[in-house]
């Protein structure tokens, strides 16, 4: 769809690079942690929010609550579902804690639970949103919703859902109503912060394109636009003729220059918009 080529890493090097992404994104999860969710008691789901509860409740400390929950949880997740975990989860999993521990004496910023939950939704997703770029996790109750859709049939996202869910109910009882209600703002912030991590703001049109010119168009978004053209075969609803349809991917900052050459070439075109939120391969980014 493409023509432009972008540049790819040397295996080693990507693999560096994976690993700087889970080590990076692990602290700043941390660091979040600690400076936001934390001293508001903003127990958004998972082990974090888990090790929040109980730090209020029992005193202990999160760091070792994180361990204590997500190296046996790896563990379970290798014996039940297999070794696809890998290395770099096992990074995530104690690397987080240990950053954790590590920034326990920093200073909160804010004593705010709504400025909490939202900047702390914020770096969680920022950070999560690192990690799964490295093609890893940071453990924990990801791993126990894959365990449980395993053995009970139900599907990935309703076992994160109850999990998560279990927790944040576990706080409205320990602190009250309006605490649950910050922490589903903060799962809210982190995955939508998470999506726009992964994609981005490079959203790209893609552009459907019916013209009796269809030659003419093609050559132009090819060597004019330097971008790809796939054909697609098409049947008029009303005529039943076979009519080509042009499938093209441009960039935001192209669409304008690609209706321009259409209209220039052939006013009657029908050409229809779409975003595409993300778009890998030549000429766009790699996955």
């Known amino acids: 769809m493409g023509k432009k080529r972008g540049k790819t890493l040397h295996p080693t090097m990507e693999t560096i690079m994976e690993y700087v992404y889970i080590l990076v994104g692990s602290a700043i999860v941390a660091v979040t942690f600690n400076v936001f969710l ?15 509860i109980l730090h209020a409740t029992l005193g202990w400390q999160p760091a070792y609550v994180q361990w204590a929950c ?55 997703g920022i950070g999560l949103g690192i990690v799964f770029r490295g093609k ?16 009970t049939g139900l599907s990935l996202g309703t076992c994160v859902i109850l999990i ?11 602190f009250d109503i309006e605490r649950a209600l910050y922490a589903l703002i903060g799962l809210f912030v982190t995955s939508k912060t998470i999506d726009f991590v ?17 030659e003419e168009v093609r050559e132009a978004i090819l060597h004019k636009i330097n971008r790809g053209v796939t054909k697609l075969s098409g049947f008029g609803g009303y005529t039943e003729h076979e009519r080509p349809v042009l499938m093209c991917v441009v960039e935001q900052t192209e ?18 918009v779409m975003d595409a939120a993300e778009v890998l391969g030549e000429g766009f980014k790699r996955a």
């Open 70 to 124: 997500n190296i046996p949880l790896f563990i379970a997740g290798v014996v039940l579902l297999g070794r696809q975990f890998g290395a770099k989860t096992l990074v995530g999993t104690i690397f987080l804690p240990f950053v954790v521990y590590l920034t326990k004496d920093i200073e909160p910023a804010t004593h705010d639970p709504l400025l909490g939950s939202l900047f702390g939704g914020i770096g969680v």
């Open 255 to 272: 669409f304008t220059k690609l209706k321009q050459l259409v209209k220039s070439i052939d006013p009657s075109a029908f050409v229809v």
């Open 198 to 214: 992964q994609v981005g703001f490079g959203y790209s049109k893609m552009a459907m394109i019916i013209t009796n010119k269809e």
């Open 136 to 151: 890893a996790s940071t453990g924990g109750t990801d791993l126990a919703a894959q365990i449980i859709h395993k053995y």
């Open 38 to 52: 934390l001293p508001n008691r903003v127990a958004s789901g998972g082990v974090s929010g888990l090790s929040t």
């Open 164 to 174: 998560d869910g279990l927790i944040v109910l576990t706080a409205a009882i320990v």
